[in-house]
């Protein structure tokens, strides 16, 4: 086991993911070197590779403390926004999306 991943570990204090369609997020607590809490946000889709062997890929973002608050305020403007214009989408049954996902090798 190498330093870094040890290092890593250890500052990690709290997971929480969670399985949407064919995304996976999760949402990590994680702490500074002067025990300062942050947030890490990663998004995890499978994808394939020229060579038909598949991957993982991931989009990560930080957010501080200092920012919860404007970031919180931001996402519940748009999510409203959303809610009130976005055109109405039939039930899953009807337009087959399947909501059934299978990470079982899914890592971090």
């Given amino acids: 086991m190498s330093h870094e ?11 929480k993911p ?11 607590v994680k702490s500074t070197k002067g025990n300062d809490y942050y947030l890490t946000i990663t998004e995890s889709k499978k994808r394939f590779g020229d060579d038909g062997k598949f991957f993982y890929e991931k989009h990560k973002i930080f957010l501080y403390k200092e920012d919860f608050e404007k970031f919180i305020e931001g996402l519940n403007e748009t999510l409203d926004y959303i809610k009130e214009n976005s055109p109405e989408l039939p039930p899953a049954e009807e337009n087959n999306t399947s909501s059934e996902v299978n990470f079982e090798d899914l890592g971090n």
């Fill in 18 to 28: 969670v399985r949407a369609g064919k995304r996976t997020y999760f949402f990590d």
């Fill in 5 to 15: 991943f040890e290092k890593n570990d250890r500052e990690e204090l709290f997971s």
